[in-house]
């Protein structure tokens, strides 16, 4: 049995546990070794949910997605492009995922999987310069933000000064020990909500990440500014 549980992602029930699923705009093409089943004339890719913090986040109960089909997406942080590639198929083909990454290695295997997905736009650059890729991106309706960097929220509110439409979204995955390994966890995830809140954000949900990962809270929030305001 399926069931969309939010729009775009499925959680599959069969003889085991639960799975969730997005729904593959690449048939017959795997991106990080994912399970692929075919369901109703639909072939599903199976969402890990210890890979992606996305899917940890959906898993533990997020009410809020806010990416749907359609959607345009500036994604920080995007590596080789497992969690990516589960909004692509969730935004689908009139949608869009600027994927920005600044490790070589990791973009050369996001241009693959773009190859096969063409609303990934693949972007080689230091997302805390966001005026480096102005020509490239157009205004977004939500920002993906999970570079596990110090700084990793204000890095989120200057993209969203540039980019972010009026009262987009973000979601913020905090790794509390990029930011500070000695600090308690509940501290620095109070230091970058703060950062968010001054730049102009709403905190909607926050989600502690655990079993999926450690020591990591994912935050969703809304903007109150326009990209211009
Ligand atoms: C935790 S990994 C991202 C995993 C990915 N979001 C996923 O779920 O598939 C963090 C990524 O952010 C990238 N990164 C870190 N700082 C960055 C920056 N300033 N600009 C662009 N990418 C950055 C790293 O190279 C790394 O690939």
Not at 35 to 63: N, T
């Amino acid at each position: 049995m399926i069931k969309e549980i939010h729009e775009g992602v499925y959680v599959l029930r069969g003889e085991g546990a639960d799975q969730l699923a997005t729904a593959n705009i690449a048939p017959g093409v795997q991106v990080y070794g994912e399970r692929l089943v075919r369901f109703g004339g639909v072939e599903y890719r199976m969402w890990d949910p210890y890979r992606s913090k996305l899917g940890a986040a959906i898993r533990r109960g997020l009410h809020t997605l806010p990416i749907r089909r359609g959607s345009a997406v500036l994604y920080l942080g995007a590596a080789s492009g497992t969690t990516a590639s589960h909004v692509s198929d969730i935004v689908g083909l009139q949608g869009v995922v600027y994927a920005v990454e600044f490790s070589p290695r990791s973009m050369r295997e996001l241009v693959m999987v773009s190859e096969t997905r063409p609303n990934i736009v693949p972007i080689l650059a230091d997302a805390r310069s966001p005026q480096t890729y102005r020509k490239y991106v157009s205004r977004v309706d939500a920002i993906y933000c999970d570079v596990a960097q110090p700084e990793q929220g204000k890095l989120a509110v200057d993209n969203a000064r540039v980019y972010l439409g009026p009262h987009g979204w973000l979601m913020l995955a905090i790794k509390s020990r990029s930011i500070d390994v000695a600090a308690d966890p509940r501290t620095v995830y109070g230091w970058e909500k703060k950062t968010l809140s001054e730049g102009g954000f709403s905190i909607e949900e926050e989600i502690d990440l655990e079993p999926f990962e450690k020591d990591h809270q994912f935050v969703v929030a809304r903007y109150l500014h326009d990209a211009n305001g």
